[in-house]
């Protein structure tokens, strides 16, 4: 597997604090995708970083990428109800295989 | 702008039956397309990819196949159905280029009983 071995984490915060995910990769890569997934719908990109970046923001979403470490994170500043949603982090290998991370199912109550 | 379209939108079969689970992309010409599944509560598993029609890569074994009989058309199936084949498909396209971001259809969720 490309990633480590980790299953669905779920966190709950509460509106208003500021929240971070983890992910951690096995191989090198040049890319990682974050993801976003509502209930019963596919995944959306929110941020992608790339390996000549160590930082990446969009609005209240900032993204790191450590390739010594091999590790990932996306912060979400002053979460609101509508962050609640499951985060996946994703990296290519090879040629056009992905894969994704277990996922952070985030929970924001008001 | 593109669309992508999945079909059925849900589906119950039997153990041991034929699926076949479609998904189309409009709006844009020779996208890579991907197919992936998701077990409940679960993260999303590449199962095959294409980058160009008629030519499909296996990513992992899950007694699936599929084809890509048009541009635009990316299709899922399999002879007999497994109860582990239960969960959520989802089709995917994205530029031609390596890692470029993935664009995800509706998904299809799938009951094997």
């Known amino acids: 597997s490309q990633w480590g071995e980790e299953n669905l984490q779920a966190l709950s915060i509460q509106e208003g604090e500021d929240v971070t995910m983890n992910c951690s990769y096995k191989t090198y890569t040049t890319v990682v995708h974050w993801y976003r997934q509502d209930s019963g719908r596919g995944p959306a990109l929110i941020i992608l970083?790339?390996?000549?970046?160590r930082e990446k923001r969009s609005g209240r979403l900032r993204a790191t990428l450590d390739t010594s470490s091999q590790s990932s994170s996306l912060s979400i500043t002053a979460a609101q109800c509508e962050d609640t949603a499951v985060y996946f982090c994703a990296t290519g290998y090879g040629n056009e295989k992905i894969t994704f991370g277990a996922g952070t199912k985030l929970t924001i109550k008001p | 702008a593109q669309t992508i379209h999945q079909w059925p939108v849900a589906e119950i079969k039997a153990v041991g039956s034929p699926l076949s689970l479609g998904c189309t992309i409009k709006g844009k010409s020779s996208p890579n397309l991907y197919w992936y599944w998701q077990a409940t509560g679960g993260t999303l598993q590449q199962l095959f990819y294409s980058i160009t029609v008629g030519q499909v890569e296996s990513v992992v074994q899950l007694n699936l196949s599929a084809s890509r009989p048009k541009d635009d058309q990316f299709i899922l199936s399999t002879e007999k159905l497994l109860l582990s084949h239960s969960g959520f498909y989802l089709c995917?396209?994205?530029?031609?280029?390596?890692?470029?971001?993935?664009?995800f259809g509706p998904g299809t969720r799938l009951t094997v009983l």
């Open positions: 970083i790339r390996s000549n970046e």
């Open positions: 995917a396209w994205s530029l031609d280029r390596n890692y470029a971001e993935q664009f």
